[in-house]
């Protein structure tokens, strides 16, 4: 044996890649100071390294623990037969380059060392490249930098997992904040899905926010026409119809396309290869106008003539004006009742479309102005009148694709606290698919994802990516999973129950950045994704203090055990627990009681807006 204050023990047992050792005696347990740097001893998740040669194997302890001593020994070993469980990892070379596996095992009696900072800088490097993004500190020694390959990070997805109060956001917020740095990144691009509008206060100097209720940032639209047929039917009142309706529906669409396109001709579409699902502007309201007069309206001869607008049975006002209506304001044309007989006999519609109750819904979706943002989207709609049928939208996709993934700003932050609930997952699979296909056909080019990758953070996944929903959103996400990396979009996921995500996603991110995680079956779940034999690692997480996080993956050489570095209080999440207690009196419990004012919380919540207006708005 040697006075070397590194060594831990020997070797004992040899399992695969599972080495049992037991401590030597004179290896007490606490703080041990090396070269003035100080080193816990046999911590789990910690890194030991067993001299082979001129090569050095490097393990993770994953158990630690005491066997009794015959009772003829216990003057020799006091402390009882001290034992540690490593699960070997790698190995660096005489050289120094560390590979992940091992060519060579140890035997019975090899040293056993703990691993110091000159270690671990082999076994995690000191990258210097612009691939690598500092995320953190390595938990162990402050002097290293906890890195992350931002090629893999990217490419192969990502997952942040970790309980509400476990600095998941913060954790977030930190990492985008390195990815669009724009010295080290000038071209980054990044897509946030927030549900609950929680990231503009941290990311606000270098993100655009889109709202669908925006009063002061811009606006988020989605243009109805952008979305494919089916998208558009599930929308709609009209996805209950039955396939002949639906086919009957289709043909309108590419009808009213057709005559869009006839109007103003678009690069790319021509009349011979356009299809339903073709992404050319036409109105939605209209459509439903003329559906309105083809089913619900009332004629002055029998349905098996040839009915016409001439012969429609409008009202008509004191004047003789008729009341045909008015398309974008959805107002119908008045039709007088039908009759059973008399000289003046008034017959029903003579239409075989059984719809009539889709289209008077559709009339009272079209008025909500909930859904504004999807079937009134602004310089993107189509705004046609009695006497303009063929109007078109002031901006094709290129400008809404330049508003979202083009601005000046890396960052684009999608507020989707706005949107109603019932289309929440519809809402971000469009979006999702409108992504993804605009870089799958751009992938060639200077905008295109294959030139300048896309990273998509789906904030609180769980939401809409439920293993026991199914929605339209899962859909959309296991396409950018299974396929983003060959066109350059990415996808992190970001959750605090990892067992609700739908498994095929999770178990594609080749990253995972766990923080605590207090659920057994939370931690199960991504054990038996991310086990790699890093149990260790993975016992630690109903442990880990706030902003302590485990990273395994592609991302990373081996999996180490960070502490994420903080952004300024000002610059994150509105995320944090309302204080109960406030040490300043100002909220919470402890403070005086205030004239309280519901009218105000009412104007808020009717107003969707939680913004406190100046005493001039209140007051008027």
Same mark, same amino acid.
Request: charged share 25%; hydrophobic share 35%; proline share 6%.
């Given at each position: 044996?040697?006075?070397?204050?590194?060594?831990?023990?020997?070797?004992? =047992?040899?399992? %695969?890649?599972?080495?049992?050792?037991?401590?030597?005696?004179?290896?007490?347990?606490?703080?041990?100071?090396?070269?003035?740097?100080?080193?816990?001893? +046999?911590?789990?998740?910690?890194?030991?390294?067993?001299?082979? %040669?001129?090569?050095?194997?490097?393990?993770?302890?994953?158990?630690?623990?005491?066997?009794?001593?015959?009772?003829?020994?216990?003057?020799?070993?006091?402390?009882?037969?001290?034992?540690?469980?490593?699960?070997?990892?790698?190995?660096?070379?005489?050289?120094?380059?560390?590979?992940?596996?091992?060519?060579?095992?140890?035997?019975?009696?090899?040293?056993?060392?703990?691993?110091?900072?000159?270690?671990?800088?082999?076994?995690?490097?000191?990258?210097?490249?612009?691939?690598?993004?500092?995320?953190?500190?390595?938990?162990?020694?402050?002097?290293?930098?906890?890195?992350?390959?931002?090629?893999?990070?990217?490419?192969?997805?990502?997952?942040?997992?970790?309980?509400? +109060?476990?600095?998941?956001?913060?954790?977030?917020?930190?990492?985008?904040?390195?990815?669009?740095?724009?010295?080290?990144?000038?071209?980054?691009?990044?897509?946030? @899905?927030?549900?609950?509008?929680?990231?503009?206060?941290?990311?606000?100097?270098?993100?655009?926010?889109?709202?669908?209720?925006?009063? $002061?940032?811009?606006?988020?639209?989605?243009?109805?026409?952008?979305?494919?047929?089916? $998208?558009?039917?599930?929308?709609?009142? @009209?996805?209950?119809?039955?396939?002949?309706?639906?086919?009957?529906? /289709?043909?309108?669409?590419?009808?009213?396309?057709?005559?869009?396109?006839?109007?103003?001709?678009?690069?790319?579409?021509?009349?011979?290869?356009?299809?339903?699902?073709?992404?050319?502007?036409?109105?939605?309201?209209?459509?439903?106008?003329?559906?309105?007069?083809?089913?619900?309206?009332?004629?002055?001869?029998?349905?098996?003539?040839?009915?016409?607008?001439?012969?429609?049975?409008? $009202?008509?006002?004191?004047?003789?004006?008729?009341?045909?209506?008015?398309?974008? =304001?959805?107002?119908?044309?008045?039709?007088?009742?039908?009759?059973?007989?008399?000289?003046?006999?008034?017959?029903?519609?003579?239409?075989?479309?059984?719809?009539?109750?889709?289209?008077?819904?559709?009339?009272?979706?079209?008025?909500?102005?909930?859904?504004?943002?999807?079937?009134?989207? %602004?310089?993107?709609?189509?705004?046609?009148?009695?006497?303009?049928?063929?109007?078109?939208?002031?901006?094709?996709?290129?400008?809404?694709?330049?508003?979202?993934?083009?601005?000046?700003?890396?960052?684009?932050?999608?507020?989707?606290?706005?949107?109603?609930?019932?289309?929440?997952?519809?809402?971000?699979?469009?979006?999702?698919?409108?992504?993804?296909?605009?870089?799958?056909?751009?992938?060639?080019?200077?905008?295109?994802?294959?030139?300048?990758?896309?990273?998509?953070?789906?904030?609180?996944?769980?939401?809409?990516?439920?293993?026991? =929903?199914?929605?339209?959103?899962?859909?959309?996400?296991?396409?950018?999973?299974?396929?983003?990396?060959?066109?350059?979009?990415? /996808?992190?996921?970001?959750?605090?129950?990892?067992?609700?995500?739908?498994?095929?996603?999770?178990?594609?991110?080749?990253?995972? @950045?766990?923080?605590?995680?207090?659920?057994?079956?939370?931690?199960?779940?991504?054990?038996?994704?991310?086990?790699?034999? @890093?149990? +260790?690692?993975?016992?630690?997480?109903?442990?880990?203090?706030?902003?302590?996080?485990?990273?395994?993956?592609?991302?990373?050489?081996?999996?180490?055990?960070?502490?994420?570095?903080?952004?300024?209080?000002?610059?994150?999440?509105?995320?944090?627990?309302?204080?109960?207690?406030?040490?300043?009196?100002?909220?919470?419990?402890?403070?005086?009681?205030?004239?309280?004012?519901?009218?105000?919380?009412?104007?808020?919540?009717?107003?969707?807006?939680?913004?406190?207006?100046?005493?001039?708005?209140?007051?008027?």
């Amino acid at each position: 044996m040697t006075s070397d204050p590194t060594l831990l023990g020997t070797v004992q =047992d040899v399992q %695969g890649s599972t080495v049992k050792v037991f401590l030597d005696e004179r290896t007490v347990g606490g703080l041990v100071f090396i070269d003035g740097h100080g080193y816990r001893i +046999g911590q789990i998740g910690s890194f030991v390294r067993i001299p082979i %040669g001129f090569n050095n194997l490097y393990g993770v302890i994953s158990l630690v623990g005491v066997a009794e001593v015959p009772e003829a020994m216990a003057d020799d070993q006091p402390h009882g037969n001290r034992w540690v469980t490593v699960q070997l990892v790698g190995e660096a070379h005489a050289s120094g380059e560390f590979q992940r596996g091992v060519f060579e095992y140890p035997t019975i009696g090899d040293e056993v060392h703990l691993v110091t900072n000159e270690d671990l800088g082999i076994i995690y490097g000191r990258p210097d490249e612009l691939k690598f993004v500092r995320v953190g500190d390595v938990v162990s020694t402050s002097a290293l930098p906890a890195m992350v390959d931002i090629d893999h990070l990217i490419n192969r997805h990502s997952a942040v997992v970790g309980t509400t +109060g476990s600095g998941k956001s913060t954790t977030v917020a930190s990492l985008l904040n390195a990815l669009s740095d724009i010295e080290q990144y000038p071209s980054s691009r990044i897509i946030i @899905f927030d549900i609950h509008g929680e990231y503009q206060s941290a990311l606000r100097d270098r993100a655009s926010v889109f709202r669908v209720d925006d009063r $002061e940032e811009n606006r988020l639209f989605v243009p109805y026409w952008a979305l494919t047929f089916e $998208e558009l039917l599930k929308m709609t009142p @009209f996805s209950a119809v039955n396939d002949v309706e639906r086919a009957v529906l /289709a043909e309108r669409v590419t009808e009213l396309k057709l005559e869009s396109l006839r109007c103003q001709p678009r690069l790319g579409v021509t009349p011979e290869n356009i299809t339903v699902d073709t992404p050319v502007p036409f109105s939605f309201h209209r459509l439903w106008y003329e559906l309105y007069r083809d089913v619900l309206s009332t004629h002055t001869v029998a349905p098996s003539a040839n009915q016409t607008s001439e012969t429609e049975a409008i $009202e008509c006002s004191e004047d003789g004006t008729p009341f045909v209506g008015d398309i974008m =304001d959805v107002v119908p044309p008045r039709y007088h009742s039908t009759t059973s007989g008399g000289e003046n006999r008034v017959y029903r519609s003579g239409s075989s479309l059984n719809i009539r109750r889709q289209i008077i819904a559709t009339q009272s979706l079209l008025k909500d102005p909930r859904y504004d943002f999807i079937f009134r989207p %602004g310089d993107w709609c189509p705004r046609p009148d009695h006497d303009r049928l063929d109007a078109q939208p002031c901006s094709d996709l290129d400008i809404l694709l330049e508003n979202w993934i083009g601005s000046k700003h890396p960052i684009s932050i999608f507020d989707l606290s706005g949107v109603p609930a019932s289309i929440l997952s519809e809402i971000i699979a469009v979006v999702v698919r409108i992504l993804f296909d605009s870089l799958f056909w751009g992938r060639e080019l200077s905008e295109g994802g294959r030139s300048r990758p896309l990273l998509c953070v789906f904030e609180e996944a769980h939401a809409y990516l439920n293993r026991d =929903d199914g929605g339209p959103a899962i859909a959309a996400i296991r396409r950018v999973i299974k396929e983003g990396r060959k066109y350059g979009l990415g /996808a992190m996921i970001v959750s605090q129950r990892p067992s609700e995500i739908d498994p095929t996603i999770l178990s594609q991110c080749g990253t995972l @950045f766990a923080l605590r995680l207090a659920n057994s079956v939370d931690r199960s779940h991504v054990t038996a994704t991310y086990s790699d034999n @890093f149990e +260790g690692f993975f016992g630690l997480l109903p442990t880990l203090r706030t902003g302590e996080m485990i990273i395994v993956g592609e991302s990373v050489r081996l999996p180490l055990r960070a502490i994420v570095d903080l952004p300024p209080p000002a610059k994150r999440p509105n995320s944090n627990d309302p204080r109960v207690y406030d040490p300043d009196a100002t909220k919470g419990w402890n403070r005086l009681r205030d004239v309280e004012d519901y009218s105000k919380l009412i104007r808020n919540w009717r107003g969707e807006t939680s913004k406190i207006e100046s005493a001039e708005t209140t007051d008027g």
